[in-house]
């Protein structure tokens, strides 16, 4: 194993490690502070809330976003809600227990000191939030209301109706703006990071193109934290945004950090299938919807009767029969696996037969219905009546993502049951980082999504807005304040010095490159037809010869690319086309290193499913023995890699295989 | 006053400021609409005239036409720079479709419009009877009240030959009121069709301003409350409707009845 | 669904800079499925015009799913289109018919310049908010959250003004170019719930300053800005800022 991965977390009793740790960690006096330079790329809710909360603390801010605004970034689309260990409705939870829960939905692949941080701070994310003014869902005797997802016994999840990762991120972007406001931040909207540059081996800056001007522009800092989300975007077709991308970690992965877990992607169950070929993006349905959905396929194969024509014995419930104990409420890899099998066997719906029926006819009647009319006082009530009293509850539930659904589809799901299939959604691999969130470059920190840490194989719902937070208020702030502390006789270096004009020559030559090639193909081709190579053969399922060929097929449209895309228009202008071929190009590297990665895990574990390794009912199969470890992948140039283990020691966690049946 | 610049210097101080105006206007109006119904009274215009000799001789009403003169200035004026403010605030392209009609009443996208013609009208309606009846020559009349049977005798007298000082007083058993005759000079005009339908014009004008102005004033002043609103917004359509169709009425009346 | 392809004429506004004059181009599209969203109608205009050599048109999106506000087209006179409720990316062709022609603009304001065809820089919101849209509590401040009880209802109603998602089609359609509707929503959230009491006078006041240094028109209630908002904001947000300024500068000291 490298020396360079290790983990630094520290010694002692789990419980006691993050407050060991804090205090003890080495401080930056105030007066040091304002002479310390830290840049922040990207401004979701790990980046602004990291912002934030350095430029409170006294340091010089410059803060980066490739949106028109901070606030745009795409942790404002979460719907479900985010965790937090407060036990406010007294069903035992506990930080140990949301720890537990978190490494056990990630089956055994993350670690254990810093999952268990990110359930102790989870407690007073709730109390920043709300103290900015975070409009939580409230109870009538003004308490905060709670409600629970998937993976879990108790009800940890705090929501703002079906818009809280929008709520939140308003809330770390109002932070973030008032710093802003006070000269601690300068903001750099509209700026997209091409490279880190890196001096005597340490992160010093980067190289930035201003999308409006096209011009690049290099920053100092004294250290770069990198907060640019997930890749899911690889898949081309996904629930992330347009622009989501992975240019940022992979620029930092090619200067020398490594890239940890890259085939761990999240499927997500509930999107609405896609319908053409135009389609740009994949919409989820949030996970709440299966508390009250029922899921299920025709019996027989090629069923071509309308929904509400199948009669009740003719319908697969296949998750209420597979996992009797869970049953809709299985962990999303495992929802997701199921519906692809269905599918798979030909027992598809919809136009295009790859799709499921979410279905909720059942609670609408006889949950929400009956409980209506008990209230109500009416007895025998007929199913008319029962029909029209559960729709208003369930309106009043989802009546947003009802809406929604019918925006998009034309059908009514109060009336017809909605097709779901699963989708991309997040993507629990990226860069590499130890307990610090520091990757394999010093100074370079990755935090929220783009680093690989805390959620293993599988991310639980609810989760991702609550590391991001964590992140981005409670953990770099001391981490980062660490390595500062002994960078304080370290003077700005003047963007003048050879590292910055290489790493800048390095960016204008592939921004020539692009322009240069003038061929005939749109980018956006070349990115849907990644986009199929990965969801067909890295996606849900993957297998030996898939992965191979897939790996062959990337490296020939990486080619083609290079000879036949057609980037319209020049640099110095505002050219979203140039920019999404530097995206594009980076996405077509990037895949080949997941497939290298899911090539490499011999075994299925959370939302990596090898066909060879399965049990026989088709359950993901692990090999703790031989992968229970984190995969960090150093660049090595071309198509070569080197792979580095960090093995995942469980002191307090007996490992067992994950049950839901 | 400096407590009160924000009324001139921010956006929500100006349209405050209109509001207040606005409103203030508003009251006017129900006053002024009712004396002009003493037009409609069969009596040779005798309340009518008194209601006007009291409305310019009354040293408490004098003092507050002179705010109301203050008022429709500041009203009118402020409107019209707001109107090219905001027409700036547009930038130099303006839109090359636009449907205001999807997502907002023709009235409230065209207040400067509608302002405009009802300043407009004041200005003709000032000078036709207010700067007359002020400085005009315009025939004199004496009312010759009886206070036992309280039957008026009318005459038409000018004023040159009567060098009258006291224009209201008591002779003997007869109250005498001696006035410049407003009302028979507003009668007079009214017997144009053209005026007439240009009053009627500017009526339509005051009705369409209010339609909007009315419950926008409650709004600006920060009254938005779900249980008021319909009440205010009740009030301001009855309001735009009936008060110019009471005011439009007289015209009419009097050109139809000559 | 298998519905019938349809054919669309579009008249989209091209403008190359902030500095240049734009003009309407015409295109037609032939195969445009009733079941695509507006933006990907827009996809595979360009798609289009790159494969025939010509320039995209550059316009602004990201979520695709109603929440992010970075899409911004104003499609036959109105902001976000025809229909109530939503944005440019969860407009579907179906709102339209076979053969019609759809005019597409840029928001329109001083404060809202062109940046490139149909995006419009919107970095006049950043400012405003950075003026005071914010409760100032520093990251470890906080007390427990359920140490502050806030009724349901206030809860409810702080929610319904923070849907905003700073698309900016409230000054788009109104006819003025108010940025009230954006800047009540804040200042209601805010002032409606008790952590942001503490800053509701200088917090209005430096907001409203900062719209007005912005540029934006002012407010005449014509109601066209909460019609075509989104999230449907309501215009008694607006009538709450009215009142928080009023107070304010009445009683600040």
Redo the contacts between chains.
């Keep these: 194993m490298s020396n360079k991965l290790d983990s630094k977390t520290p010694a002692g009793p789990l419980a006691e490690k993050w407050t060991q740790y804090r205090s003890t960690v080495p401080l930056v006096n105030p007066a040091n502070k304002r002479n310390l330079e830290v840049i922040v790329v990207g401004t979701g809710l790990a980046g602004a809330s990291a912002a934030a909360t350095l430029a409170e603390l006294g340091y010089k801010v410059k803060a980066f976003c490739f949106q028109d605004s901070p606030r745009r970034a795409h942790s404002i689309a979460a719907q479900g809600g985010i965790n937090a260990a407060k036990n406010y409705q007294n069903d035992g939870d506990s930080v140990y227990r949301l720890f537990y829960d978190t490494i056990k939905g990630g089956d055994y692949r993350a670690r254990e000191g810093n999952v268990y941080r990110l359930a102790e701070v989870s407690v007073n994310i709730i109390d920043q939030c709300v103290a900015q003014g975070v409009p939580f869902a409230r109870e009538y005797g003004g308490t905060l209301s709670n409600r629970s997802f998937g993976g879990t016994q108790v009800q940890r999840t705090f929501y703002a109706a079906g818009q809280t990762g929008q709520q939140l991120l308003l809330g770390a972007y109002s932070a973030l703006e008032r710093q802003v406001g006070l000269g601690n931040v300068k903001m750099y909207a509209r700026h997209e990071m091409l490279d880190v540059v890196t001096i005597d081996g340490k992160a010093r800056g980067i190289i930035a193109r201003n999308l409006v001007s096209g011009k690049l522009e290099r920053h100092f800092g004294h250290a770069v934290l990198l907060c640019t989300g997930g890749y899911g975007n690889v898949f081309y077709l996904s629930t992330n945004a347009m622009g989501s991308n992975v240019t940022a970690a992979w620029k930092a992965h090619r200067k020398g950090a490594y890239f940890g877990n890259p085939c761990f992607t999240q499927i997500h169950p509930t999107c609405i299938p896609v319908s053409g070929h135009y389609q740009s993006k994949l919409t989820l349905m949030s996970e709440s919807l299966r508390n009250d959905g029922r899921i299920w396929v025709p019996k027989q194969i090629d069923d071509k009767r309308h929904p509400n024509d199948i009669p009740e014995e003719e319908r697969d419930y296949y998750l209420e029969r597979r996992y009797p104990a869970f049953g809709n409420l299985v962990p999303r890899d495992i929802a997701s696996r199921a519906a692809k099998e269905r599918c798979d066997a030909g027992y598809g719906v919809g136009p295009s037969k790859m799709a499921v029926y979410l279905d909720f006819a059942y609670n609408l009647k006889n949950k929400y219905g009956r409980a209506e009319a008990s209230k109500l006082g009416i007895d025998n009530p007929d199913d008319a009546t029962l029909l029209r009293l559960g729709r208003e509850v369930v309106k009043e539930k989802y009546g947003n993502l009802f809406d929604m659904y019918k925006q998009i589809t034309n059908e009514d799901p109060y009336e017809v049951p909605m097709r779901i299939y699963p989708a991309v959604h997040y993507t629990m691999g990226g860069l590499w980082v130890d307990y610090e969130l520091m990757t394999t470059v010093p100074g370079l920190y990755a935090l929220g999504e783009a680093n690989f840490s805390d959620h293993g194989a599988n991310r639980l719902g609810a989760s991702a807005l609550m590391q991001g937070l964590a992140d981005g208020y409670f953990v770099a702030p001391y981490t980062v304040g660490s390595y500062l502390s002994k960078e304080i006789h370290t003077k700005p270096i003047n963007t003048d010095h050879e590292a910055f004009v290489q790493a800048e020559q390095a960016v204008q030559a592939r921004l020539d490159q692009f322009l240069q090639v003038k061929g005939t193909k749109s980018v956006e081709s070349y990115h849907r037809e990644l986009g199929l190579i990965m969801w067909d053969k890295c996606g849900m399922a993957r297998s030996e010869a898939g992965l191979k060929n897939a790996i062959q097929e990337i490296r020939a449209l990486r080619d083609d690319f290079y000879k036949n895309v057609r980037v319209p228009g020049g640099q110095f202008e505002f050219n979203p086309e140039l920019d999404k071929a530097g995206r594009v190009a980076d996405f077509l590297e990037l895949g080949e290193l997941m497939c290298l990665d899911a090539l490499d895990r011999n075994e299925s574990c959370g939302g990596h499913f090898r066909e060879e390794y399965q049990t026989e009912d088709g359950e993901a199969l692990r090999d703790d023995e031989a992968y229970r470890y984190v995969a960090a992948w150093e660049y090595k140039g071309g198509s070569d890699w080197s792979l580095h283990k960090e093995a995942l020691e469980y002191e307090n966690i007996k490992i067992a295989q994950r049950s839901y049946k | 006053m400096k407590?009160l610049q924000?009324l001139f210097t921010?956006?929500?101080?100006?349209?405050?400021l209109m509001a207040l105006t606005g409103l203030f206007l508003i009251l006017f109006l129900v006053i002024h609409l009712m004396g002009n119904l003493q037009l409609l009274k069969h009596d040779e215009g005798y309340a009518f005239n008194k209601y006007a000799w009291f409305m310019t001789s009354n040293p408490l009403i004098k003092t507050v036409s002179y705010l109301l003169y203050a008022t429709i200035l500041l009203h009118a004026f402020k409107g019209l720079y707001?109107v090219f403010?905001?027409r700036?605030?547009?930038?130099a392209?303006?839109?090359?479709?636009?449907?205001?009609n999807?997502?907002?009443?023709w009235t409230?996208?065209n207040?400067g419009i509608l302002g405009t013609l009802i300043l407009a009208f004041i200005i003709g309606h000032m000078s036709d009877f207010w700067w007359e009846y002020k400085f005009g020559d315009i025939p004199w009349t004496k009312y010759e009240t009886s206070i036992t049977d309280e039957s008026t005798m009318v005459t038409d007298i000018t004023s040159e030959n009567h060098g009258v000082h006291i224009r209201m007083g008591v002779a003997g058993d007869k109250e005498v009121f001696i006035t410049k005759d407003l009302y028979k000079e507003t009668v007079e005009a009214f017997e144009e069709g053209w005026l007439v339908a240009l009053y009627l014009l500017a009526m339509a004008a005051i009705a369409f301003h209010l339609w909007?102005g009315f419950?926008?004033a409650f709004?600006?002043?920060?009254?938005?409350?779900?249980r008021w609103n319909p009440l205010i917004n009740g009030l301001g359509k009855a309001f735009s409707i009936l008060v110019p169709l009471g005011f439009a009425i007289i015209p009419l009346y009097v050109y139809l009845l000559k | 669904m298998g519905s019938e392809a349809m054919k669309i004429n579009l008249k989209v506004w091209r403008q190359p800079n902030s500095k240049a004059e734009g003009k309407f181009e015409t295109y037609q599209l032939n195969e445009v499925s009733p079941d695509m969203s507006f933006l990907e109608m827009f996809d595979v205009l360009n798609e289009q015009l790159i494969t025939d050599g010509g320039e995209p048109v550059a316009f602004d999106h990201d979520c695709r799913e109603g929440i992010c506000g970075m899409c911004s087209m104003f499609i036959n006179g109105r902001p976000h289109g025809p229909k109530q409720g939503i944005t440019t990316c969860q407009l579907h062709m179906r709102s339209f018919k076979d053969g019609d022609t759809i005019v597409v603009e840029p928001w329109r304001a001083q404060s809202f310049p062109v940046i490139k065809d149909l995006s419009v820089d919107r970095s006049a919101f950043d400012r405003i908010i950075a003026s005071g849209g914010f409760v100032s509590v520093n990251t470890g401040n906080a007390v427990d959250a359920n140490s502050i009880l806030i009724p349901k209802d206030t809860a409810d109603e702080a929610f319904a003004a923070a849907t905003c998602i700073g698309c900016g089609a409230c000054v788009a359609a109104c006819k003025n170019s108010s940025a009230m509707l954006f800047v009540s929503a804040k200042v209601s959230q805010l002032s409606l719930l008790p952590q942001g009491k503490a800053e509701r006078e200088n917090r209005v006041i430096a907001m409203v300053d900062q719209m007005d240094k912005e540029g934006f028109g002012s407010c005449t209630n014509t109601g066209a800005c909460s019609a075509e908002c989104p999230k449907e904001i309501d215009l008694s947000n607006i009538a709450r800022m009215n009142r928080e300024y009023v107070r304010a500068k009445l009683v600040s000291k």
């Design positions: 407590v924000f921010s956006s929500i101080g100006r349209k405050v707001l403010a905001n700036k605030a547009r930038g392209k303006s839109y090359g479709s636009y449907n205001g999807a997502n907002s009443h409230s996208r207040m909007h419950s926008s709004q600006t002043l920060g009254m938005n409350h779900p």
